[in-house]
């Protein structure tokens, strides 16, 4: 208790960021189902009699060899179409943190703890399962990723009247677990490293940076530098999907006072995050999937040897355990130390429902899966059963949970759309706002 104000978790937070939230929920939504879409067409096809087909295109390459581009689709899957998704991210976090509600410290430090919570138990689990496993190691990373796109299309079936404030909770912990991972690939799935590029890659970074905080919108000077940007991060051996976060993180969100000033309109980065986001989650996201998640089942047979691996059997657990243990511990460790309590309506059971679902750690796991033991392996064949298997596991039991809690968020939602006097704002929104200022 602070001032005589107690503390809450998970409330409603602003009508503005409640309504600018739903938008991008719902264009995640609709790339969730593309991307199961994509997911399902790669594994009939992979396992289909015309399979040769799907490892023949996973296999043409394109790009200029004088560039070192000459690289096949699975790669620049990877690599290419990635890093659009994480620029997506990049202006997502950097809009959260300076614009939107999580500014507020005692806001951002729920999905904060929680994404780090999510990070730490999985892969602490996963190094407990594989102790002992030859190589193992490499993959610690995998089961720590939480698939935006994935769980929220899973929410579109199960969660449909999901409180807004759990739905902002989901979603700022995906952002950033995104940051996470980008910083994990970055420090430990580096190779070769070559410096020369990687400083050199600078020069564009700054040019880019310095346009954009100018507010130019010009893509006939701005991609080319962004292209740049990201040639030169590929070629340094680090992974090409960093330069998307820094290309992200470099764009301003607040209008300059010259425009008038915060309160005048969106800054530079929602207009780019509204012209990329269906790019990202309707076609990049989707297109790695396809490329990346064809894997040869084998039967029953062969899939129960896959699954028996004990590096397939430490990302489920990962996934499925791990993830939501570390979630919960650290968001009622948040609660007990800050002597909050859960909003009016909520019980911890719901926090468990997104802790699990939270395990659907998809598109990022398999990427770390390809960088830790390489694309058409052996065990990136098992790593991408394991990822599979654990996101359905953690779907499937999430699904139970939220559905079980369907009338508690029929009741929060019926309030949260009430508009009696019929203003287009909810009544409990405004009601929120008089409490703020008195």
Same mark, same amino acid.
């Given at each position: 208790?602070?001032?005589? @104000? ?7 937070? /602003? ?18 189902? $593309? ?9 009939? +096809?992979?396992?289909?009699? +015309? ?18 581009? %000459?690289? %096949?689709?699975?790669? +620049? ?20 943190? @300076? ?34 496993? #030859? &190589? ?7 089961? !720590?990723? !939480? ?11 199960? &969660? ?17 677990? %995104?940051?996470?991972?980008? @910083? ?35 893509? +006939? ?17 680090? =992974? ?22 915060? *309160?005048? &309109?969106?800054?530079?980065?929602? =207009? ?7 790019? #990202? ?16 089942? &084998?039967?029953? /047979?062969? $899939?129960?040897?896959?699954? /028996? ?23 009622? $460790? ?6 909050? =309590?859960?909003? *009016? ?24 899966? *390809? ?8 065990? %990136? ?22 559905? $079980? ?10 309030? *949260?759309t009430a508009d009696l006097d019929r203003d287009r704002v909810p009544d409990v929104y405004q009601q929120s706002a008089a409490t703020d200022r008195a």
């Amino acid at each position: 208790m602070i001032n005589g @104000v107690r503390r809450t978790l998970f409330d409603r937070g /602003s009508w503005a960021e409640a309504g600018r939230i739903a938008g991008i929920l719902r264009k995640e939504t609709i790339g969730g189902a $593309l991307l199961l879409a994509g997911a399902a067409a790669a594994l009939i +096809w992979a396992n289909s009699p +015309w399979s040769a087909g799907y490892e023949a295109l996973r296999g043409v390459t394109v790009g200029p060899a004088a560039l070192h581009l %000459d690289l %096949d689709l699975a790669t +620049w899957a990877a690599d290419g179409l990635l890093a659009i998704f994480f620029f997506v991210a990049g202006l997502e976090l950097k809009r959260e943190f @300076v614009a939107g509600d999580l500014r507020h410290v005692r806001r951002a430090a729920v999905p904060v703890a929680a994404a780090f919570g999510g990070v730490l138990v999985p892969a602490a689990l996963y190094l407990l399962v594989t102790r002992g496993t #030859s &190589g193992a190691a490499a993959g610690w990373a995998i089961p !720590t990723a !939480t698939d935006i796109a994935f769980a929220l299309a899973v929410l579109a079936v199960v &969660g449909r009247f999901l409180p807004t404030a759990l739905r902002t909770f989901l979603l700022t912990l995906a952002v950033v677990d %995104d940051l996470i991972a980008i @910083v994990i690939i970055a420090l430990f799935y580096t190779s070769d490293l070559a410096p020369v590029p990687l400083l050199a890659a600078l020069a564009p970074l700054a040019a880019f940076t310095a346009l954009v905080q100018r507010r130019v919108r010009s893509w +006939w000077l701005l991609l080319p530098l962004a292209f740049a940007v990201w040639a030169l991060v590929h070629a340094s051996g680090v =992974h090409a999907t960093v330069a998307g976060v820094l290309l992200g993180f470099a764009v301003p969100v607040l209008r300059s006072r010259r425009a008038g000033g915060p *309160e005048a &309109g969106p800054g530079l980065a929602e =207009h780019f995050e509204h012209l990329f986001r269906p790019l #990202s989650a309707g076609v990049a996201v989707p297109l790695f999937a396809f490329l990346s998640a064809g894997v040869t089942l &084998g039967g029953l /047979s062969g $899939l129960a040897t896959a699954l /028996s691996d004990p590096i397939a059997i430490g990302i489920v657990a990962g996934l499925v355990v791990g993830k939501p243990i570390g979630i919960m511990v650290a968001t009622w $460790l948040v609660a007990r130390f800050t002597r909050a =309590h859960l909003d *009016e309506g909520l019980a911890w059971v719901d926090v468990l429902g997104l802790a699990i679902l939270s395990g659907v750690g998809f598109t990022v796991s398999l990427l770390i899966g *390809e960088l830790a033991f390489g694309i058409g392996t052996e065990r %990136d064949a098992h790593v991408k059963l394991a990822v599979l298997a654990g996101s359905l596991a953690a779907t499937l039991i999430a699904a139970v949970i939220l559905r $079980l809690r369907g009338r508690v968020y029929r009741r929060i939602h019926e309030i *949260e759309t009430a508009d009696l006097d019929r203003d287009r704002v909810p009544d409990v929104y405004q009601q929120s706002a008089a409490t703020d200022r008195a």
